[in-house]
């Protein structure tokens, strides 16, 4: 089984600020990953596949690099509605498997 | 509205059985591969069990192995989960979530509200 490991854990960020989050694969996954947004109370919603590519209607500021085992997701510029917890997800290889995700909180 | 609805949750004693159910709307039910995905509560998501369009495939995590039992039925636009056996571990939401459209790649890009199933005396 293939072990995702997300960091930090809790991230502390202001509105506006850039931030950047990370996921590590204990093996490698080439770029089958994907990342997920999870609000409070609400289901998970797919953000990028492929490692890089956006979903349909998330927005630009939204954006993922990687390959192998070593991922980021990059929000540009955050926004009131970015505060929530981000999970990674590998496909590459069965069974699937998450990372434990990462919580943006307001600072 | 493209949407998943899951519903058969519940309170339910160790050992015992219960089935999930999704209906699926606003797309082609049977073009699509399907997945359930847990979470505890307070914890992160846990991958269970997946199903092929047809439902000629079907795969599972070690944890649900010979306990649970993925299911559709593509004229009724639903997927199932029978869960037997239940563990005070099973307790969490249960998702249903479809495959992307394109290969082999199982990633979800429509995701359910959720069923809630606790497993306690």
């Known amino acids: 089984e293939i072990l995702m490991t997300q960091s930090p854990a809790t991230l502390s960020v202001s509105p506006g600020e850039r931030v950047t989050l990370s996921c590590r694969a204990s093996q490698s996954v080439s770029s089958n990953l994907a990342w997920y947004q999870q609000k409070p109370g609400q289901a998970p919603r797919l953000l990028l596949y492929g490692a890089s590519t956006r979903a349909t209607g998330i927005p630009a500021g939204f954006s993922g690099s990687g390959s192998g085992t070593e991922f980021t997701l990059t929000i540009s510029s955050l926004q009131s509605e970015d505060f929530a917890v981000y999970y990674c997800q590998q496909y590459n290889i069965w069974p699937l498997t998450f990372g434990g995700g990462t919580k943006v909180e307001i600072k | 509205e493209v949407q998943l609805l899951e519903s058969g949750g519940g309170l339910i004693q160790p050992g015992g059985s219960l089935r999930l159910s999704c209906a699926a709307s606003g797309f082609t039910f049977n073009n699509y591969a399907m997945s359930w995905v847990r979470q505890a509560p307070g914890k992160g998501l846990e991958w269970v069990s997946a199903?092929?369009?047809?439902?000629?495939?079907?795969y599972y995590a070690d944890s649900v192995k010979g306990r649970f039992t993925i299911s559709r039925d593509n004229s009724k636009n639903t997927l199932y989960l029978q869960m037997n056996s239940l563990r005070a571990e099973d307790t969490a939401v249960y998702y249903c979530?479809?495959?992307?459209?394109?290969?082999?790649?199982?990633?979800?890009?429509?995701w359910g509200r959720g069923t809630l199933v606790t497993v306690s005396s």
């Open positions: 199903i092929s369009g047809s439902g000629g495939g079907t």
């Open positions: 979530a479809r495959k992307g459209p394109y290969g082999d790649y199982w990633y979800f890009d429509l």
